[in-house]
């Protein structure tokens, strides 16, 4: 028997394509990536790439709290940017979000993302 469960909250955007919010495997959850989508629309928010970031921000909160924790509990994260100027306001929105320790990261340029989104990111979260 499979020790994992699907994690799944209306506070995130739905998925738009065959894969799960989130998966809890034991005290580890794989949260998929999460673009600016608001999730009573689905569609990306208006505003600037400060109000993209900030959005990608709150939807993972609502994963993570639909699986039992928080964004402190982040121990990966990964960030997809169309623009690598954009690194530094990444760095100061995340501030806002998250105190040191900071989780491990990774930030990479991509030519593009679903939906014509200007951020992504992905985590793997630890509930132990």
């Known amino acids: 028997m499979s020790n994992h469960s699907v994690i799944k ?9 065959t894969y799960s919010q989130a998966i809890k495997a034991g005290s580890t959850v794989y949260l ?3 673009i ?7 569609e990306l928010v208006d505003g600037d790439m400060e109000a993209q970031i900030r ?3 709150d939807n993972l909160t609502a ?4 699986a039992g924790g928080g964004l402190t509990d982040i121990v990966k994260l990964n960030i997809y940017l169309t623009d690598l100027s954009h690194f530094a306001l990444v760095n100061e929105v995340m501030a ?3 105190q040191e320790p900071y989780p491990a990261r990774a930030a990479i340029g991509v030519a593009a993302l679903p939906k014509g989104a200007g951020v992504e990111m992905d ?5 132990a």
């Open 96 to 98: 806002s979000y998250l």
């Open 32 to 34: 998929s990536g999460q």
């Open 55 to 57: 959005r990608v921000f």
């Open 36 to 42: 600016p989508l608001d999730p009573a629309t689905m």
């Open 9 to 17: 909250t209306d506070r995130a955007p739905a998925a738009i394509g």
């Open 63 to 66: 994963v993570c709290e639909a």
């Open 123 to 127: 985590a793997i979260m630890d509930i």
